[in-house]
């Protein structure tokens, strides 16, 4: 079909076998904007299959995931990259690129003059790339998001990451999470003469001078506290960053405190996520008063974070009628009835709230019919989560709840 403009290849077995007619309708359709490819297929079928791209010179975002690339198709990518006047988008997500294939990419990507989004997950790269994609950062001003969560980079080869990231003016996303960005003794660094170095500490360094980055994901990189305390005092500074997600960190109640009390004076974050980082009765006292301060946040994650009923009464108390948020997800904690009664209170005062998560927690019928009864009173909750995992929860009670917010969608 001559006027397909979006194609989606997942393999189920079978693709290998209509190699041919995927290549030649590649060649030959002139319309196709956007190609995606998933599954199995030998070493020389994706080579053939990017070789084809060559000849298709409109195409503008291309996406290659769950597929071992071979070496001589990262090169035939790299040549189509660095040829093609037109691609902007480029997803190359588990496809075992390691760090020659990022080298090569790298140097395309440099090349092109109008790429704006790079997604590398799930890629094996380790530090030797990190100056391949600092170098990248500083050539390639066209480029908007840059994604490399899920590899395998420490806190040394971020470093040449982060440092660029300090002097770059052009990009606006960046996802390094799930990478070990831990600290690196002085034992461990000896060998490559580079001193001791903290992801953490690197983080708040570059936020503290970079004043374009509007969205940073650091999931799960191992900060220790120092590097924590350095994110927070750069919340002070920073006055671009929109979206920050701190999850899985394991953050300490003091510096976690510290990030909260950041935020007070923060008038530019609209998004935090702080899940799967266990809060103290303390942290969350600090964290009700820094809603009620902190006008701008609109979008806040409270995933498993241990929070049970005696501290969301310290939470609504705080809270009160405060609450400007939009977007609130306190699911997977330990929220009761007394819980649910509390979040109802905040509910029949709030007038901000479309979106509210407490699913898979501790609530029961009589929570439910406590929330219920507080959206009477609420005509802006919009969506609510909480039906999940949640096995107490009778069809009786569900009932009860719809008959009260018909227009409310439920799950």
Known sequence: NPFVRQADLSDAGGLSRKLGSVRDAIKTNHKLRSFTFCGAMTNQGITEIITAFQLNMVLTTLRFKDRPLPPRGAEVL???IRSSGILIHLT?????????GLRMIADAVCANPIMQTLELSFNRIHDKSGPY??????????LRSLDISYNEMSAIGAKRIFDRLKVNRTLLHFNIGLNNLAVRSVKQTMSLKNPPVN?????????????????????????SE??????????????????LNLASNKIFDIQRRAILDAMHTNDTLLSLDLSHNKMDDASVIRLG????????????RAKSCVIEDSRMYSLA????????????????????????????????KNNTLIYLNISENRITDQGVQAIANSLEMNFTLIHLEMLAQQANITVFAMVTFRSIRPDLTLR
């Open 78 to 80: 790299a040549e189509l």
């Open 92 to 100: 190359l997500s588990n496809t075992m690129l390691k760090d020659d």
């Open 133 to 142: 994609i600092g170098y990248m950062l500083k050539v390639c001003t066209s």
């Open 199 to 223: 992801g953490g500490q690197l983080v708040g360094n570059m936020l503290a001078e970079n004043n374009t980055l509007i969205t940073l994901d650091i999931t799960h990189i191992n900060m």
């Open 226 to 243: 120092f590097g924590v305390q350095g994110i927070a005092e750069s919340l002070l500074q920073n006055r671009t960053l929109t979206h």
């Open 289 to 300: 008063e820094m809603l009620r301060v902190n006008r701008k946040l609109r979008f806040f």
């Open 317 to 348: 108390r705080t809270l009160d009628d405060k609450l400007t948020l939009t977007h609130l997800d306190l699911s997977k904690n330990k929220i009761g009835d007394d819980g649910a009664a509390m979040i109802g209170d905040i509910l029949a």
